[in-house]
């Protein structure tokens, strides 16, 4: 399992941007580099959802809601993975996750919440 810390959430106009960023302080590079690392978010009354993904290859996945408009990356050096998010909705207001998983184990961070004004 690894510490996740999120970063970077808000308040954003509709079609504004915002940059998440996940953290795994605690973890040593050789260990990150084996997570698949996700993001997944959760509005009120709804059931959390993945978001994104980026695989230990560097591949990337992505929700048919967000594609286009959001991109995963990550810093392998700095143990941190990002998701830059463009053209903002009211729809994509809620609490956003950072998921870490290797060998069926998964961590989860605190989330940060991200509200998209109309």
């Known amino acids: 399992q690894v510490h996740l810390v999120e970063s970077g959430g808000g308040l954003v106009q509709a079609g504004g941007s915002l940059r998440l960023s996940c953290a795994a302080p605690?973890?040593?590079?050789?260990?990150?580099?084996?997570?698949?690392m996700e993001w997944y978010r959760q509005a009120p009354g709804k059931e959390r959802e993945l978001v994104a993904r980026?695989?230990?290859?560097?591949?990337?996945n992505y929700a048919d809601s967000v594609k286009g408009r959001f991109t995963i990356s990550r810093d392998n050096s700095n143990k941190r993975v990002h998701l830059r998010m463009n053209s903002l909705r009211p729809e994509d207001t809620a609490v956003y996750y950072c998921s870490g998983e290797r060998g069926g184990k998964r961590s989860w961070g605190q989330g940060t919440q991200v509200t998209v004004s109309s």
């Open positions: 980026t695989s230990t290859d560097g591949s990337t």
């Open positions: 605690r973890t040593i590079f050789s260990v990150f580099v084996g997570f698949t």
